[in-house]
Nanobody
């Protein structure tokens, strides 16, 4: 349902761009974003973009640790979400998971997770 790509190894200060595309029975994508899980730590929110009633109502939330460095964006026509990660730090090293809340009917919605993509930032 969610296919993520774009992870890899990068030096501190570098950049990476993650991509994720949703497929299947989709009436409406209510939210798409990224979480990450570092070794020995719990999964945490990185950034999420929530769909508003109108596109001007869309909202974005970021973890404090990535504000000013990461940018989440969506392509609604492609049911895709992207995470542009700049000024990467070793503490950004984690497996990044794409997440989406999708309605496949007017009465129901489900949470979906991508397979995870590893981002490693060397010092």
């Amino acid at each position: 349902q969610l296919q993520a790509s774009g992870g890899g190894l990068v030096q501190a200060g570098g950049f990476l761009r993650l991509s994720c595309v949703a497929s299947g029975s989709i009436l409406r994508v209510n939210a798409m974003g990224w979480y990450r899980q570092a070794p020995g730590k719990q999964r945490e929110l990185v950034a999420v973009r929530t769909t508003g009633t109108m596109i001007t109502d869309d909202s974005t939330n970021y973890a404090d640790s990535v504000k000013g460095r990461f940018t989440v964006s969506r392509d609604n026509a492609k049911n895709a979400v992207y995470l542009q990660m700049n000024s990467l730090k070793p503490e950004d090293t984690a497996v990044y998971f794409c997440h989406a809340q999708i309605s496949d009917s007017p009465w129901d919605s489900h949470d979906y997770w991508g397979q995870g993509t590893l981002v490693t930032v060397s010092s």
